[in-house]
């Protein structure tokens, strides 16, 4: 028995060890790249990396304020593209499809989430790419934010609606019940019913949308152009700064890493401080946002 | 429980034992610039079928990957496709630089443009977004697609250096790709555009253009008369030897000069 | 007396009518939206019909077997097959697993068993809890080029291992390991109370019980979020874009760099003309991620028709 009280306890220090691990991998994260990113912020301050647009390592000038703008566009863009498609589906999925509809539809969605990036990326390429230049606007090459946003709506489509129909499952039975049993349609009731009360769970999923757009990295750098610049409308139709070339943070750093070195390599830490904070801003605030909107919800 | 424990036990075993089995041999592990590594690549396939127990190990990176490499030993050979900057000479002082071959750098377009030779100007003045349009040097009315490698790159250090000189910039717009090979893809896909591209990487898929009447060949360029051409680099830590040295004989070889130029280069023996 | 009567009679007619159009217009609404949500699930199957469909008709031709069991040759011109590149997947598939599968399975035990244990640890171990639930969200919502970085930074560069390996796999395997604790958390809620409350009733040790009990009663679920590390090995790319190095030879050690089948695909699309060959690749990874998405739906419905039995 002693013996036995014994292992349990080595057990369970061991155990609390490899749970440690894991926020000791956090730390370790934060401390290297931040750690690696300090010569950067030294000598240029928050100010000359965040405040400044131009990129320009030849010439010691390391503004990353252009990528922060191209990575937010291209999400937002992504979004708008995505979310609609991505929720329509969640509902149908939960609510409208039959069985054997749902058989096919979830695997297909199931595919998508599969699908490795630099697939994506290699058909944005071949595909997408040179449909986009066929817009006839001066200056269009093709790669650029349209081309990028629409290669990443399609991979941000599965988290989301793969979330968004467990969400609306989750919504008790009675709700819907009493909604029908009140005269509401099917249709009313999924808006005005299983919506709000899924809506923690579509918001999730939402943000974890978003946090794979930010973060999506080879995809982005097969079609987006990776000029480092403002993206700003091509001729006098403001539409057509959707087609202007842009970096992202992500790109940023896995197009110049390889190649970079003291100052310029430290740059690029930086921009993954940048990308880093940026994503748990999303996370934290989207997740307060969410948890005073429903209290109840974990 | 256990036996999934045991089973990721038997699964890393095996794997090191899969990985120790082949410890034979000797490694050289290579690393750097993206130009150099094709060629490297084909160098060490020629090295090992000669030396059938040594494994070559070839890596990308980028040439300052290689300098560094190569001067913290964290690969035996470094590949840098322009020379070494005084502070990497600085920060390793025992690095030793071996021209193995030299590249020229040619300026490409999709191979229907109708544009056959431009001047050296004329290429500063489209890289830097001074021409915008093809008809302003002769071709068609559409504008330009500028296309070009990433700060960093040894290939876009070396055009800067003998195209774009001193004050021309490359163009904030330019669609910018992380090597040689990207470059490609992008020129022989998108109608409109331009770039630089080593020699090694030309064929049917781009047109080189002429610059001032000298063709993008390899004689023009080993007799001087085309003008962008800059040296592909192996580094070593201190003096080669052993294996090392036996590679870097091989490269110097006949054989291996012969297989620089089969790839497109031009040999330095 | 009649008066009111009719006029109540022909109220209610109207309102009757008048709902009776009212609940026309909100059904026609309905049907109306209904087909456009079969409209949005047909586009979402045509997005993936189109992707998987162009990669398999323009990779289709270059698969063979000669494809699947050559390494690849010649650098630039994209010859020879994928073979290398299939077991250095494999090796880091391996590799990755067994470090990021005990400590992410012993991670979520820790997180779940021991969680109302809180009072015999104390104050200690409930913060630490909280902060190792921190840790896991934050772990899960780094995106894969950071992961990169940080391997780049402390395995490849301060700690020397070089593009190599093992870098790559200490890098893969913090990519993973939020997967795996949350998906062995979820397995081990599944475990009803009942049965561990019997086991410690019947005199086993705490350990006793999870090994014997809880964990062989969690497994389908466990091994569902282990073939979900693996699909997210097989596909990453940026990860081992900075820490693997990209030598298409086969790695002689932990110390050898190397190249996996999606970063393959990168490079043959990137940097060589062979894009039928790229394409091929990218077949590969697609049949690849089918096959495991079948594997863990075979153990989800498994796992279902099990928990219908104990009902």
């Not at chain 1, 990396?49 to 010439?59: D, F, I, K, S, V």
């Not at chain 1, 999923?205 to 946090?211: H, K, S």
């Not at chain 2, 992008?186 to 049917?204: C, H, K, M, Q, R």
Request: aromatic share 6%; with cysteine.
């Amino acid at each position: 028995m002693q013996t036995k009280l014994k292992v349990d306890k080595a057990v369970k220090a061991i155990l609390l060890v490899s749970a440690s691990f894991s926020i000791l991998i956090v730390i370790s994260i934060f401390v290297f790249i931040f750690r690696s990113s300090l010569p950067a912020f030294k000598e240029f301050g928050i100010q000359g990396l965040l405040g400044e647009l131009t990129w320009r390592p030849a010439n010691g000038m390391y503004g990353i304020l252009a990528m922060v703008v191209g990575s937010v566009m291209v999400t937002l863009m992504a979004l708008v593209l995505g979310v609609p498609l991505a929720i329509a589906a969640a509902i149908f999925l939960a609510e409208i499809a039959p069985r054997g509809v749902q058989a096919v539809v979830r695997p297909a969605v199931q595919l998508l989430a599969g699908i490795p990036s630099v697939v994506y990326g290699l058909f944005g390429m071949v595909v997408l790419v040179p449909l986009v230049r066929r817009i006839p606007v001066t200056g269009n090459s093709g790669y650029g934010l349209l081309s990028a946003a629409i290669v990443l709506a399609v991979m941000i489509l599965p988290t989301i609606t793969s979330i968004s129909e467990d969400a609306i499952r989750a919504v008790p039975r009675s709700y819907k019940e009493a909604s029908l049993a009140l005269g509401a349609t099917h249709l009313q009731t999924i808006f005005q019913v299983l919506l709000p009360a899924a809506k923690s769970g579509i918001g999730a999923a939402l943000i974890l949308g978003i946090g794979r757009a930010l973060g999506e990295t080879m995809a982005m750098i097969m079609v987006i152009g990776n000029s480092v610049i403002l993206p700003a409308p091509l001729d006098n139709n403001p539409l057509t700064v959707f087609l202007s070339q842009a970096r992202t943070l992500t790109g940023n750093i896995a197009v110049e890493i390889n190649y970079a070195s003291g100052l310029h390599a430290s740059a690029l830490f930086a921009t993954g401080v940048v990308l880093f904070v940026l994503i748990m801003l999303v996370n934290v605030s989207a997740r307060a946002i969410i948890h005073r909107g429903n209290p109840s919800a974990g | 429980m256990k036996k999934l424990l045991i089973a990721l036990v038997l699964i890393a075993s095996l794997l090191l034992a899969a990985c120790g089995a082949s410890e034979a041999g000797e490694t050289l592990s290579i690393t750097g610039s993206t130009t150099v590594q094709p060629l490297a690549e084909k160098l060490a396939e020629g090295f090992m079928s000669q030396n059938q127990d040594v494994q070559i190990d070839v890596q990308g990176g980028g040439s300052s990957v290689g300098v560094k490499a190569a001067g913290e030993g964290t690969s035996d050979i470094g590949m840098a496709s322009r020379d070494t900057k005084e502070e990497e000479l600085n920060q390793f002082p025992n690095l030793q630089v071996h021209v193995i071959a030299r590249d020229g750098i040619a300026v490409v377009v999709h191979p229907e443009n109708p544009v056959n030779d431009l001047t050296l100007d004329q290429i500063r003045d489209i890289f830097s977004g001074k021409i915008v349009n093809w008809s302003e040097v002769g071709g068609p009315d559409a504008a330009i697609t500028v296309v070009a490698r990433e700060e960093g790159s040894g290939t876009r250090d070396a055009f800067m250096e003998l195209v774009m000189g001193k004050d021309a910039l490359i163009m904030d717009n330019a669609i910018l790709q992380s090597s040689n090979g990207a470059i490609r893809t992008v020129v022989s896909t998108t109608p409109n555009a331009i770039a630089f591209l080593s020699f090694g990487y030309l064929d049917e898929s781009t047109k080189a253009l002429s610059i001032s009447g000298a063709a993008a060949t390899e004689e023009n360029a080993a007799n001087g008369i085309y003008p962008v051409v800059r040296p592909l680099n192996l580094l070593t830590n201190g003096a080669p030897e052993g294996i090392v040295k036996a590679f870097l004989d091989y490269v110097f070889s006949a054989e291996g000069q012969a297989t620089v130029r089969a790839e497109g280069y031009i040999p330095v023996k | 007396m009649n008066v009111p009567d009719i006029t109540s009679t022909n109220a209610m007619n109207l309102a009757e009518k008048r709902s009776a159009a009212d609940l026309r217009r909100r059904q026609a609404a309905q049907k109306l939206s209904f087909g456009l949500f079969w409209l949005g699930a047909l586009v979402v199957i045509l997005i993936m019909l189109v992707v998987v469909g162009y990669v398999f008709i323009t990779g289709f031709k270059s698969i063979n077997l000669q494809f699947l069991t050559t390494p690849p040759k010649g650098g630039l011109s994209g010859e020879g097959g994928i073979s290398t590149t299939v077991i250095t997947t494999l090796y880091l598939v391996g590799l990755i697993l067994a470090i990021s599968a005990p400590l992410g399975i012993g991670a979520a035990v820790f997180l779940i068993e021991y969680q109302g244990q809180t009072q015999s640890g104390g104050k200690f171990i409930r913060s630490l809890l909280q902060v190792v639930n921190f840790g896991v969200e934050t772990l899960a919502g780094i995106p894969s080029i950071i992961f990169g970085l940080f391997g780049y930074a402390l395995f490849v560069s301060t700690l020397k291992f070089g593009f190599s390996l093992l870098s790559a796999a200490l890098a893969g395997a913090c990519l993973v390991l939020p997967t795996i604790i949350r998906t062995t958390q979820e397995a081990l809620l599944t475990v009803p109370v009942s049965l561990r409350e019997g086991s410690l009733a019947l005199g086993a040790t705490r350990w006793q019980t999870i090994s014997k009990v809880v964990l062989p009663a969690a497994i389908p679920g466990i091994i569902t979020g282990i073939m979900l590390s693996v699909g997210r090995i097989i596909s990453e790319t940026a990860v081992f874009y900075v820490t693997l190095g990209g030598s298409y030879r086969l790695p002689k050690n932990l110390f050898s760099g190397g190249r996996t089948l999606s970063l393959h695909l990168f490079y043959l699309a990137m940097d060589t003309n062979a894009f039928e060959k790229a394409m091929g690749t990218g077949a590969v990874l697609i049949v690849s991620i089918i096959l495991i998405n079948l594997i863990i739906d075979l153990i989800s419905r498994k796992l279902s028709a099990g928990v219908r039995l104990h009902q």
